[in-house]
């Protein structure tokens, strides 16, 4: 999970690109889910769920070309302040 506060001049651009990411993400062998949510009551805060196979799997998606460009190179510096958690899910 990832929280990125998001300044407002900047919202409309971070969501373009957190779009490409989602698709390419998505494509990912290990990739579950990937889903982007925007806070109702703060309009600044977007969300992201990501569900991968493995820890393994979470790892590989952060060494793609797409994560390293999309995310470390240009969303990155468009945030106030971006927050990552890694959890694990409980076998139901």
Same mark, same amino acid.
């Given at each position: 999970?990832?929280?990125? $506060?998001? =300044?407002?001049?900047?919202?409309? %651009? @971070?969501?373009?690109?957190l %779009? !490409?990411l989602?698709?390419? #993400?998505?494509?990912? =062998?290990?990739?579950?889910? +990937?889903? *982007? +949510? /925007?806070? *109702?009551?703060? =309009?600044?805060? *977007?969300?992201?769920? /990501? %569900?991968? @196979?493995?820890? $393994?799997? +979470?790892?590989?998606? %952060?060494?793609?070309?797409? +994560?390293?460009?999309? @995310?470390?190179? !240009? *969303?990155? =510096?468009?945030?106030? #302040?971006?927050? @990552? /958690?890694?959890?694990?899910?409980?076998? !139901?």
């Amino acid at each position: 999970m990832a929280r990125y $506060d998001v =300044p407002a001049e900047n919202h409309d %651009r @971070v969501l373009e690109l957190l %779009r !490409q990411l989602a698709e390419a #993400s998505r494509a990912e =062998p290990g990739n579950l889910a +990937f889903d *982007i +949510f /925007e806070d *109702i009551d703060d =309009p600044t805060r *977007i969300v992201l769920l /990501e %569900r991968y @196979v493995s820890r $393994d799997a +979470f790892a590989a998606h %952060r060494e793609t070309d797409h +994560f390293r460009d999309l @995310v470390l190179g !240009q *969303i990155v =510096p468009l945030l106030t #302040s971006r927050t @990552v /958690e890694q959890l694990d899910a409980e076998d !139901q």
